[in-house]
């Protein structure tokens, strides 16, 4: 169970009283971000591999980093792990060395569900290889796609099967795992899109059998930094887009450039963050069996721990944003609304409100200090799809484990406010 007093006092950005439930589109950063960020830049700020001490311990710093975000998604070993600018950057490049495995008539199958940076890059790779893209359409009655639809796509000339771990959009949580098995099946890699599932569960690569998983630091706490974990072997194989002098090894030689080694920092903390949560959450449960408080094991337990800690407490969430909401006359959730699938999403919730523009919506609760998203957030195809797109897409309120029952309550009375 969380220790909510706990968990807020680690977030500085939430002293200001307003009401964070933008978190989809970025969290706040704990406490351990900023001090692992602000100590790189003050005492190891340097570029890589030079012969002196600061640029040695900057290297140790991205080393340690490597390792915590390999026990944080399950990986065999941190080479395994590539940092880049973002999801869509580190997509977009991977895509290009993927994009050379290909060959015409060769098909590529990707869903209406998913952010476009799991989309567009596909759709790029089947123009410039003359590739065939086979769509997974999802029921838009509960924002959510079957392993039949996607069955259904996959063929003997499958190569690639590109999902999204959770939607950004409507929070869906999609069947990642059976889909992994129906793509290698076929002989297709599986690339997941785990940037929203990241925050709010537990995440292990090598359950999944995923050949590449990337997330973004951003969404889970820390700062501006995407991070991509594929296969040993199949980061070795693939040929990289990159400078001459660079590494020829992974993961480096996918790293592109002088990397922002203080993000990388920061993630790390992040995720130190997330272990003094796993200790706390096994802490309380020793203690409540009887127990003696001791470490909670490994870091990767640590890291499960919280995560699921977080996973549960989140449910609380999404019932009470689906009932209050739901209980608003004029307003539609888009996505899984019944009480007993709440496995099924993250505490992702959008909507529209009878005769009000989702940007007039985050306007007026602007006003009221309470910060949601509105328009399609890059998910354009679930929209499109909706027909929502030339409408103003939708309002999305996304919550995480720093929010509170009682910020959810201010959010609905401020939008019964507005049909009042």
Known sequence: M?????VRSQFPALSSGAIFLDNPGGTQVAQQTLNRMTDYLVHTNANHEG??????????????????????LGASRPAEIVFGQNMTSLTLHVSRSLARTLLPGDEIVVTRLDHDANIAPWLLVAEDRGCTVRWVEFDPEDCTWSIEALKQQITDRTKLVAIGYASNAVGTINPVAEAVKIAHAAGAFAYIDAVQYAPHGPIDVQALDCDFLVCSAYKFFGPHIGMLYGKYQLLEDLKAYKVRPAHNEPPHKFETGTQSFESIAGAHGAL??????????????????????????????RLVAAMTAIKDYEKSLSRALIEGLSSIKGLHIWGITDLNELDRRVPTVSFTLDGWHPRDVATALDKHNIYVWDGNYYALAVTERLGLEDKGGMVRVGAAHYNTLEEVAKLVNAVKALVA
């Not at 969380?2 to 706990?6: G, I, P, R, S």
């Not at 991205?62 to 975000?69: G, K, Q």
């Not at 096994?282 to 470490?295: C, F, L």
């Open 51 to 72: 012969a002196f001490k600061t640029s040695r311990e900057s290297d140790a710093i991205v080393d340690a980093a490597r390792s915590a975000v390999a026990d944080f």
């Open 2 to 6: 969380l220790d909510l007093n706990f």
């Open 272 to 301: 130190e963050y997330f272990e003094s949560l796993g200790e706390q959450v096994v802490g309380s449960r020793m203690q409540e069996a009887g127990g003696r408080t001791q470490e909670a094991g490994s870091r990767r337990q």
